[in-house]
């Protein structure tokens, strides 16, 4: 078990330091040499773990990714909120700012960052369409929502969502960040087959 600890302990250092100097430096930027420097470990080391750079930054995206998961599921398997409820606030849950490495948000969305910023969107989409297509599920066998398609709808949505909103991508000015946030809640609304305006009042306090 000691042996086992000490592994994870290890691997988890490298993916926190590489997580930091990603912010600092920029993925582009960043050598190998630089996260076995600011740890101190040598090459054979790091390479036990990880076979590249870009496996670090897989590993990074993964973690912030958890970050989410954590939230959402936490969200999704609150038994005492009904699925409509359970669908919003998965999508206020999603906001991780604060739980980020500082920078690290501001540098994956620079130009040189590309790969950094794509892997991030992917990975987002990739672990949230389960739950919130679990969700849609769930509402639909309640007679809650109507939909023929609720996992291609969620990944349509998440895709909207996670583009529209990134800084990195398109730069939509403070005062109409909320009428794009109601219009996306508009089109989920007609996604599930519920009645115009059932999700907006709650919706709106996203921005309260």
Known sequence: ??????????????????????????????????????????????????????????????????????????????????????????????????????????????PENALMHQKSLVSIIAVLTPILTQIVTEGIEKGVFHSEYPEQYMQIFLASATTLFDDGIFQVEPEKQEMLFLALISLLEKMLGVESGSFQKKASEYFD
């Open 1 to 110: 078990m000691r042996i086992v600890k000490e592994h994870d302990e290890r691997k988890n250092e490298i993916i926190d330091t590489a997580s930091h100097i990603f912010a600092q430096k920029g993925y582009d930027k960043t050598s190998v040499n630089d996260i076995l420097n600011a740890i101190g470990i040598a090459k054979g080391t790091f390479y036990h773990y990880f076979k590249s750079k870009e496996e670090v930054l897989d590993a990074v995206i993964t973690k912030a990714t958890e970050l989410i998961v954590e939230r959402v599921e936490a969200v999704a398997d609150n038994s005492g909120l009904a699925p409509e409820g359970k669908l919003l606030g998965v999508f206020m849950a999603m906001r991780i700012e604060n739980q980020m490495e500082e920078g690290f948000l501001e540098e994956m969305h620079r």
